[in-house]
């Protein structure tokens, strides 16, 4: 019955079901893992990395960047941080369009954007691609960690259909339910960012596909207050980074990994 229903976005089933956002959010869930915990005076967001290999030219990511250099997070503002799991042609689009959104806020009110109406605008496209014809939803997931004034530290998710929420932790893509179990047994309420840091990498390390866990798999990244500005200060980190935090929470690559690849 389903393919009568499912040629276009703005058909529902007779269960009430728009299948096309389903097929959407079915792609999403073998994206490459994104994590995000907030913490009491931070968030801290990681993902994997799934497009690896020798030859990709990794230069732009070894100076360090917002973007660009990267797959999978991004700097949406200065208080606003993003994490995507999807079809990254559709991620990068709808990143271009949250960051003319945040610069449009900045400009009239001199004043960096709420997180959660810039959230909100992004949602409010998602949700146009599900009701009009000839269109088709975006294919991604993202997760948004931002700070302001009005509500401090938040953490955000927004699926295809153009729905968002606040949560404490999450996860989205491939094994995102192992991650929810392995997140709602170790988080606590008053964590704060040092803990949520070695919280993300243990979760990361028993979900990620990979056996290790190294730069070349991992982004990652978090939104604190700067001690002395008391502004919101985003951290992506950069390869060398990735692997000196991995080594200081015993999550590296050991030497006998090394050491089978020589032999």
Known sequence: MARRYDSRTTIFS??????????????????????????????VLAAEKKVT?????????????????????FL????????VAGIAADANSLVNYARTAAQRHLFLYNEDIPVEMLTQRLCDLKQGYTQFGGLRPFGVSLLYAGYD??????????????NYSGWKATCIGANNGTAQSLLKQ??????????????????????????TLGSEKLEFATLTLDPATKQPKAKIYKPSEIDALLKKHDLGKKDEDTEMKTT
């Open 14 to 43: 007779p269960e009430g079901r728009l299948y096309q956002i389903e097929y959407a959010m079915e792609a999403i869930s073998h994206a490459g893992t994104v994590l995000g915990v907030l913490a009491k005076d931070g968030v």
């Open 53 to 73: 290999g020798k030859l990709l030219d990794m230069s732009g990511a070894r100076e360090g960047g917002y973007g660009g250099s990267g797959e999978k997070i």
């Open 76 to 83: 949406l503002n200065s208080n606003v941080i993003s994490g």
């Open 186 to 211: 170790e988080y606590k309420d008053e964590i704060d960012v040092e803990e949520a840091v070695g919280l993300v990498l243990r979760v990361m390390s028993k979900t990620m596909d990979s056996t």
């Open 149 to 162: 004034p009005h509500y401090a530290f938040q953490l955000y998710h927004s699926d295809p259909s153009g």
